[in-house]
């Protein structure tokens, strides 16, 4: 089970700065949709440089030219590229493509996906390396959680490896946990603490 740092509130250097603090804790770091809109692909590469250790994902949420995308964000030295599962399935295909060119990972955002079972058993069959369900801010916000959608992904998904993102904090993982994704992204739960480090030991822990 691996453990994915998710920054989205940060430009470039505040970014090195909280991995800096973290990178023993985790396995993976998130270039989040809004650092990848503020600072660029820019943001992946100097994450990438600085950190060559980590894999690094590009949160990019691509929804239309999905093998163009994916080849941009490898050039940047993204090891993982997301594409929204509600993209046509020629976009999702056209991004596994590519990335199984570039020697690249494709992680599948079912943000949205409004059946989702049916939804995750075709996307499963496209070759992705992980789908992943994910209670958007704004849901999380009226408090809905990703644990029920995790436990329906992982009933039907038989190839890739799942992930839950979306409000997990130290008090929701036991309960994630239990689930068995492969992957659990994390955001708040760590950076919103005073002492990150402690925070995200005591989640990898």
């Known amino acids: ?6 920054l989205d509130l940060v430009d470039i ?20 949709t809004p650092v990848v809109i503020n600072e660029g692909l820019r943001a992946v590469k100097e994450m990438k440089e600085a950190f060559p250790h980590l894999k690094v994902l590009a949160d990019l949420k691509v929804m239309d030219a ?10 940047a ?13 020629m976009t999702i295909k056209g991004a596994v493509e590519e990335a199984r060119k570039q020697g690249r990972q494709i992680l599948v955002d079912m943000i949205s996906v409004k059946n989702l079972e049916e939804r995750a058993r075709e ?19 009226v408090g809905k959680s990703s644990f029920e959608d995790l436990l329906t992904i992982k009933r039907v998904v038989k190839n890739a490896k799942t992930a839950v993102a979306g409000g997990i904090k130290l008090s929701t993982l036991p309960e994630v946990i239990q ?8 955001g708040g739960g760590i950076t919103g603490h005073e ?3 402690a925070a995200a030991a005591e989640m990898q822990n």
């Open 13 to 32: 250097p505040q970014a090195l700065q909280l991995v800096k603090e973290v990178e023993a804790h985790i396995d993976i770091v998130e270039i989040g």
């Open 66 to 75: 999905g093998g163009y995308e994916v080849m941009k964000a490898s050039e």
């Open 195 to 197: 002492n990150k480090q």
């Open 77 to 89: 030295g993204a090891d993982i590229i997301t594409i929204l599962g509600v993209s046509e399935d």
């Open 179 to 186: 689930a068995q994704p492969d992957l659990v992204i994390v």
């Open 1 to 6: 089970m691996e453990l994915q740092l998710a």
């Open 123 to 141: 996307i499963d069959a496209f070759g992705v390396d992980y789908i992943c369900v994910h209670t958007g801010y704004d849901l999380q916000a």
